[in-house]
């Protein structure tokens, strides 16, 4: 398997002290404009694939209505934001010993009008995620459009992540979140670093 590496303007430094003295961290720019288009595209052209989201066991929940598609071999570009995504583990397990050995990771689309309530990604402790991350791929995005990212950090401050293309917001598992009121069209990669194998 060819080796993956982290894009060379990651800086890994100012990602690591976040995740340390915060619980999440903030990437900019993540990739080259002709990936985020070639990822645009394969998730627009998949839409009709989506379905509506579940919160557990498939049980659909009133407390969020976006709609997902599960990522496989069969999504090139996607898998390939995967594979950079496990070499970062590579990183945050050196770091921190998170013990990461898997990434599980869904399109997410939030049509104008939806929402994802407060909630934690591994409550209590009780799956194995450890780092969750957000990757928006839509291809503007202006301030009074809602989608926001609202987190509460492990020092319990509240803030703001507004979902711009192409950022990556990354943070740990365990934190409060919940992603405001869509009013346009919302498109992310959501994956989660997980300390196991077994995918749910």
Not at 178 to 199: C, D, F, G, P
Request: net charge negative.
């Amino acid at each position: 398997m060819e080796a993956i590496f982290l894009p060379k303007s990651w800086n890994m430094d100012q990602i690591l002290e976040d995740l340390d003295q915060q619980g999440f961290a903030i990437i900019d720019d993540a990739y080259s404009h002709n990936y985020l288009d070639a990822l645009v595209k394969e998730c627009t052209d998949n839409l009709t694939r989506f379905r509506d989201a579940a919160v557990q066991s498939g049980v659909v929940s009133q407390i969020r209505n976006d709609h997902i598609l599960w990522i496989n071999d069969d999504l090139e570009y996607a898998q390939q934001h995967i594979d950079t995504l496990k070499a970062l583990s590579q990183q945050l397990n050196r770091y921190f010993y998170l013990g990461i050995k898997e990434v599980e990771a869904h399109f997410a689309c939030y049509n104008a009008g939806e929402f994802y309530a407060l909630h934690r990604d591994n409550p209590q402790k009780k799956n194995d995620r450890m780092i969750s991350t957000v990757y928006y791929l839509h291809e503007a995005w202006q301030a009074d459009w809602g989608g926001e990212l609202h987190l509460q950090d492990k020092n319990q401050q509240w803030h703001n992540i507004q979902p711009k293309p192409n950022r990556i917001a990354l943070f740990q598992s365990d934190l409060l979140h919940e992603v405001i009121q869509s009013k346009q069209q919302r498109l992310s990669i959501t994956a989660w670093l997980r300390s196991s194998n077994h995918i749910l």
